[in-house]
T-cell receptor
């Protein structure tokens, strides 16, 4: 079993829909990252969380440390949101980043 | 633009060869991280340097090595290349440990081994 699990693996949405991507992890962490990888391959760090909730534009990320779970929400989705979204945790013990396998999102007009 | 610069963007080389990938971190960032993204393994953490010293090691092969120079740029050296080393190699930087600050990623170097 992977230490970081994401769901769903693939997600298709119509423009304007509210989207949720989930991340569960099994190790103790010091922080969690949500990354966005564009079709060209470039990676952008969207959020770094260690507790609570963060919002940036149409993106919202939440984390529940007790439940070892994080969610990434996209409100009013747009085709330009189409990308792979990757959850990555920093292991508290080893300080290493452990990546989820990613969620491929496609938003159609 | 993340402020992290990786060169070259693309690299094609033959099996058995050696290549060097370069990363310039954001101004002021002391930590540099290297990651490999291959089709079958996803993103894998390779190694981290902090202020010139190796700080954490992930799934880095013995054929691979890295270093961080006094000006904080880093190089990842890949030797005795195999077809399976074809991947995207990303570098990221942050001011301190990844756990304390956000990491900023470069655009990656796409390595193709033929």
């Amino acid at each position: 079993k992977n230490e970081v699990e994401q769901s769903p693996q693939n997600l298709t949405a119509q423009e304007g829909e509210f989207i949720t991507i989930n991340c569960s992890y099994s190790v103790g962490i010091s922080a969690l990252h949500w990354l966005q990888q564009h079709p060209g391959g470039g990676i952008v760090s969207l959020f770094m969380l260690s507790s609570g909730k963060k919002k940036h534009g149409r993106l919202i990320a939440t984390i529940n440390i007790q439940e070892k779970h994080s969610s990434l929400h996209i409100t009013a989705s747009h085709p330009r949101d189409s990308a792979v979204y990757i959850c990555a945790v920093i292991s508290y013990n080893t300080d290493k980043l452990i990546f989820g396998t990613g969620t491929r999102l496609q938003v159609f007009p | 633009d993340s402020g992290v610069t990786q060169t070259p963007k693309h690299l094609i080389t033959a099996t058995g060869q050696r290549v060097t990938l370069r990363c310039s971190p954001r101004s002021g960032d002391l930590s540099v991280y290297w990651y490999q993204q291959s089709l079958d393994q996803g993103l894998q953490f390779l190694i981290q340097y902090y202020n010139g010293e190796e700080r954490a090691k992930g799934n880095i092969l013995e054929r691979f090595s890295a270093q961080q120079f006094p000006d904080l740029h880093s190089e990842l050296n890949l030797s005795s290349l195999e077809l399976g080393d074809s991947a995207l190699y990303f570098c990221a930087s942050s001011p301190h440990r990844v756990g304390d600050r956000e990491a900023f990623f470069g655009q990656g170097t796409r390595l193709t081994v033929v």
